[in-house]
């Protein structure tokens, strides 16, 4: 480690803590050429294993590109989209591994976009998991009403009202 003060390489840890979250160490450090005190601070870098065997680090921006595809036109913001990324960094870092299965980044994905947003999620899976027919989606669909993960439709200006009265069927 260079000293950000004079350059010199012969620097030592005076203390370690790791950060309330776990996923990095807080290391304060002490220049022995200048005296000069810093801190450091060290994370785990994830890496992506492809079904290849090739690796490469995992990176943020990469899994939020291909969200954003599927989130087009619905009415989903770049800082629910930085979030989701976030959400989707954590739970990998929570794994405890540093090289991560990519299939595991998609299954990472899944569960936050299904909360974000019901079309986008199935935009998504259908990719992800390869539909070949309509079948594919309506059994996706009866999955999600199976879990109470789908939410009544209304207009995307109107919140949905348990105390709206329900329209008398017209007859015709």
Do not use: W
């Amino acid at each position: 480690m260079h000293c950000p003060f004079c350059r010199a390489n012969d620097t030592r840890v005076v203390d370690s803590r790791v950060t309330e979250d776990g996923s990095s160490i807080r290391r304060r450090r002490t220049c022995s050429a200048c005296g000069q005190r810093f801190t450091t601070v060290e994370q785990m870098q994830l890496t992506i294993v492809k079904r290849s065997g090739a690796s490469e680090p995992f990176e943020r921006e990469k899994a939020v590109a291909g969200v954003r595809k599927a989130c087009k036109g619905r009415p989903v913001d770049e800082d629910q989209l930085a979030c989701l990324g976030q959400a989707v960094e954590d739970a990998l870092r929570a794994s405890g591994s540093a090289a991560i299965p990519a299939h595991e980044v998609g299954l990472a994905i899944l569960g936050p976009l299904r909360e974000l947003d019901e079309v986008a999620y199935l935009r998504f899976a259908s990719v992800y998991r390869a539909f070949t027919s309509a079948a594919d989606f309506e059994d996706e669909i009866a999955q999600m009403r199976r879990d109470g993960a789908a939410r009544p439709a209304h207009a995307p200006d109107e919140a949905p009202s348990a105390d709206r009265e329900p329209q008398p069927a017209s007859t015709g």
